[in-house]
């Protein structure tokens, strides 16, 4: 069962575990992090918006061009900028750190 660990708004870390599968907006959502994904995960909003950690970001791989565009109305966007219902926890992913951006500014 791979391991997420989050980095909340607050800069606390926050290890949650799932099974395979899940996205990591479903895993932020459900922990009551902070990640909204209004849209459930059909790729028409920004509320789950999370920045990868540097070294895990060649893992995950870079958003596709649907992503991409939608990224862009996300808040706080950075290099390594993702929307977690587009990625899914396997095994190779244990131990991804993702930071929750803060969108309130
Ligand atoms: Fe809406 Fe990810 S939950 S784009």
């Not at 069962?1 to 909340?8: E, R």
């Not at 708004?9 to 395979?20: C, F, R």
């Not at 070294?55 to 929307?83: H, Q």
């Amino acid at each position: 069962m791979p391991n997420i660990v989050f980095v909340t708004q607050q800069g606390l870390e926050k290890n949650v575990w799932v099974e395979n599968g899940v996205t990591v907006m479903e895993a932020g959502r459900d922990a009551g992090l902070g990640i909204e994904g209004t849209c459930g995960g059909c790729l028409s909003c920004a509320t789950c918006h999370v920045i990868v950690d540097d070294d895990w970001f060649v893992k995950t791989g870079a958003p596709d061009e649907d992503e991409t565009d939608m990224l862009d109305l996300a808040i706080g966007l950075a290099a390594t900028s993702r929307l977690g219902c587009q990625i899914e926890m396997t095994t190779a992913l244990d131990g991804c750190t993702f930071t929750i951006p803060d969108d309130s500014q």
